[in-house]
């Protein structure tokens, strides 16, 4: 079992990155809500099962017809990253930037 990456935690926010319909293995996909492309999302808990890390969002904790709570393949979120000033984003590589004289060995 591989450890949940360190940007998985209660309350952060995801964004889901899954183009086209979700395929359900319960048979409620005609039923439940399902996150859709670009979606940012709450995480309210990880959990491993079946060799892969499961999400919990808070936007989709209405239960199943089977009373489970819908579970989402972690793989198929981002973390959400603050975005950045130019002058932040500059600042990253600013040292890329200069030219410097390449010394012989």
Do not use: N
Request: proline share 9%.
């Amino acid at each position: 079992m591989s450890g949940v990456p360190s940007w998985v935690r209660v309350g952060a926010k995801c964004v889901c990155i899954k183009r086209g319909p979700w395929r359900a293995t319960d048979g409620y996909d005609a039923i439940v809500p399902t996150p859709s492309f670009g979606e940012i999302c709450t995480i309210t808990d990880a959990v491993f099962s079946s060799g892969e890390w499961w999400l919990l969002l808070a936007e989709y904790s209405d239960l199943e017809p089977d009373g489970q709570v819908p579970q989402w393949s972690l793989s198929r979120f981002r973390p959400v990253v603050p975005p950045k000033s130019q002058s932040e984003d500059v600042a990253l590589f600013a040292k890329h930037l200069t030219s410097r004289e390449v010394q012989d060995a």
